[in-house]
């Protein structure tokens, strides 16, 4: 959501005879759009903080802006801990960014605007893409969930979605500048309503459009999978066979104090049903350790979930307390840091050991796979994606981002498969194994190849 309101926020500045420099040498503002949802977040905004106040001190003048879901939530705080800091900006406020800079700027007062909006959604503003593999499409703001745990309605505000027609148009337009695939999102995108249409009536208009070959969407809620969903989902191969369906966690007394509506039970018999609609579908999730009040017993039955499910993979953090929500104003954080630490590395392992069994079972098979970018290990290959969201690496001479290439795949890991192009395997041999010499590495390459079929 963040690159998404980026974007926005790129197009909005343009449109005001803004422009934008390579780097920080040039640059007369920085505005960082930030994330409120872990204290990592948090934390590593006052690290970057931290260099532009070198910076400014080094003589350098430049207005530094924080933007996004941290300055919504910590406000006048954030300016007062932070003197750094120039002009703070909450996500309903980014029209304003024009007039605040203007401000700053003639006057050397500070800017602020967090004020939050019933009806903002952006859905008059163009955002200045950045092409490549996938364009993301917010088709909803804010969030009416309340979890305990989360700072989002405080920060995005309440729920309000774009209308579907619009939606559309945008989905058109993106179609025409080239992409092929986009990914719906929302805060909570499956409970997208507006006027009589809802999530499955938008998935299925936007799946009509010329051009675009993949659909995907996030971040559902679980309460929120109605049956005719699921068969859209199933019945067109443009729905990417991939759910990201937060699990958060597993015992029953945690899923009540966390108020995310759903049992242990009826998230079981949710992926039943989703896997009876869609059988190949992949699942992927997050899950929050050490929430307040979590027994050892509690825990034990997030174990239970992940080891029956069996996700793809898993997003897996400890809790840390969010200012403004209502977990801080009810329950004391009272899980010790180190206990929260032992349940993160346990479910962690579980999970490997999980991803790597079903990454294992994908090893043969061949999958239509988009380009995404070099890889960041041997940048003469290609990371990719599958429609099952599994992240590919492979070599392909003529490929770029955006592309849809059929790879084979001949080596699965953790998180990542490698596979095989069909028409290239022998250079891709070949610069895998210069790769490996210039590692230290051992790799051993299944070339599946119709002719030799051997292990090199
Ligand atoms: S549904 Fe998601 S965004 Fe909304 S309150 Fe719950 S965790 Fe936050």
């Not at 204290?39 to 931290?50: K, P, S, V, W």
């Not at 986009?182 to 009509?208: I, K, P, W």
């Not at 699965?412 to 895998?432: H, S």
Request: hydrophobic content about 35%; overall charge negative.
């Amino acid at each position: 959501m963040n690159e998404y309101d980026s974007e926005l926020i790129r197009s909005i500045l343009r449109s005001h005879q803004h422009e934008f420099t390579d780097g920080l040498a040039n640059a007369e503002a920085v505005l960082l759009n930030t994330c409120a949802i872990r204290e990592n977040a948090h934390q590593r905004i006052y690290h970057r903080l931290d260099d532009l106040r070198g910076l400014k001190n080094r003589g350098h003048k430049i207005i530094v802006g924080v933007l996004g879901c941290m300055a919504q939530n910590l406000r006048e705080e954030l300016a007062d801990r932070e003197p750094v800091v120039d002009l703070v900006a909450g996500p309903d406020s980014y029209k304003r960014l024009p007039q605040l800079l203007a401000s700053v700027r003639e006057t050397g007062d500070r800017g602020f605007d967090f004020s939050l909006s019933e009806f903002e959604t952006y859905s008059d503003i163009a955002p200045q893409r950045v092409p490549g593999s996938n364009a993301w499409v917010a088709i909803m703001r804010g969030c009416d969930n309340f979890c305990t745990f989360c700072v989002v309605p405080y920060t995005r505000g309440r729920e309000r979605s774009r209308s579907l027609e619009n939606i559309v148009n945008e989905v058109h337009r993106i179609a025409a500048e080239g992409f092929k695939q986009v990914t719906l999102l929302g805060q909570n995108v499956n409970s997208y309503c507006h006027e009589q249409n809802d999530f499955a009536d938008l998935m299925q208009r936007v799946a009509e459009v010329p051009g675009i070959r993949r659909v995907r969407f996030t971040s559902p809620h679980p309460k929120d999978f109605p049956r005719k969903l699921l068969r859209v989902m199933a019945e067109n191969e443009k729905f990417c066979k991939h759910i990201h369906l937060p699990l958060q966690a597993g015992s029953n007394s945690v899923l009540e104090r966390m108020n995310r509506t759903y049992t242990k039970q009826e998230f079981f018999d949710l992926v039943d049903e989703i896997r009876a609609v869609i059988p190949e579908i992949s699942l992927t999730t997050d899950v929050i350790a050490g929430f307040c009040g979590e027994t050892d017993e509690d825990f034990a039955h997030t174990v239970d979930v992940m080891q029956k499910v069996e996700f793809d993979s898993a997003f897996i953090f400890k809790y840390s307390e969010r200012k403004n929500t209502i977990a801080v104003r009810k329950f004391p954080d009272d899980v010790p840091d180190e206990v929260k630490t032992q349940r993160v590395m346990y479910l962690n392992e579980i999970q490997r050991e999980i991803s790597l069994r079903r990454n294992r079972l994908e090893i043969g098979k061949m999958f239509e796979v988009v380009v995404e970018e070099p890889s960041k290990k041997n940048p003469q290959e290609w990371l990719g994606r599958t429609d099952h969201s599994k992240r590919v690496v492979f070599f392909d001479e003529s490929a770029k981002p955006g592309d849809f290439v059929k790879v084979r795949i001949n080596e699965a890991g953790t998180n990542t498969l490698r596979g095989i192009v069909e028409d290239q395997p022998l250079r891709a041999l070949r610069v895998l194994a210069n790769f490996t010499e210039n590692n230290s590495a051992c790799s051993t390459l299944y070339c599946t190849t119709q002719t030799c079929n051997t292990i090199s």
